[in-house]
């Protein structure tokens, strides 16, 4: 029996996302876990019996290591992190002022804001109802989460996916992060962006495939 899949998606997106993802990697089994950023949650949890591998897209990857919903046997962080604000200590973060001016707008222009954000991620505007408090609920998880200590302490091998011309997560805070890292394996796609399950699809597929033949 082959590894089976757990996708979470990030802020700003639904499981929609990984679509394209999924339609490359139809032989294998996928299960996706929905936030609820668009009025549409669903719970994902592997069967019991094959390898598990947990797949975090940007705010998902943190919510996979906040939350740890099951246990997994691998690791992939597509444009993820352990923490997003910027610190003394991790100057390659997100300021938190943009995160406070992001929260402020919402309340005004929710969808502006998410449709923006989207545009920033090299994808197209959101489309169907937007669930106003989950969107703000994330954006606190972002402001406040700081999951280096859970990361630092896993054991499993990872795969770190990144986008060289991400606006969202900056390509030198991918390579801060897992560039030293054991047991991890670090891309860089050229060009891309912070929707790059999306975007490059076929790129992370490919990704993806090597790092589970190395696995088995």
């Known amino acids: 029996m082959g590894a089976q899949l757990v996708l979470v998606h990030g802020w700003g997106f639904d499981g929609d996302v990984w679509n394209p993802l999924c339609e490359l990697l139809g032989d294998m089994a996928t299960q996706v876990h929905d936030l609820g950023f668009f009025g549409r949650p669903a719970a994902a949890l592997p069967e019991p019996g094959a390898p598990v591998v947990a797949v975090g897209h940007s705010l998902g990857f943190m919510w996979l290591l906040h939350r740890r919903p099951f246990t997994w046997d691998a690791l992939v962080s597509v444009c993820g992190m352990p923490r997003f604000t910027a610190a003394a200590d991790y100057p390659h973060g997100v300021t938190p002022r943009l995160l406070e001016r992001m929260a402020a707008r919402m309340k005004r222009e929710p969808r502006a804001t998410v449709d923006d954000f989207r545009r920033r991620c090299g994808v197209g ?37 990144g986008g060289e011309a991400d606006e969202i997560v900056p390509w030198t805070l991918t390579e801060e992060i897992y560039g030293r890292r054991p047991q991890t394996a670090l891309h860089g796609a050229a060009g891309g962006d ?11 597929a490919e990704r993806l495939r090597a790092f589970l033949g190395d696995l088995s």
């Open 194 to 204: 912070h929707g790059l399950p999306q975007t490059q699809a076929q790129w992370c």
């Open 125 to 161: 505007a959101a489309r169907g109802g937007l669930d106003e408090s989950r969107l703000g609920e994330g954006l606190d998880w972002l402001r406040q989460w700081d999951l280096r200590g859970a990361l630092a302490a896993e054991t499993v091998p990872l795969l770190a996916l």
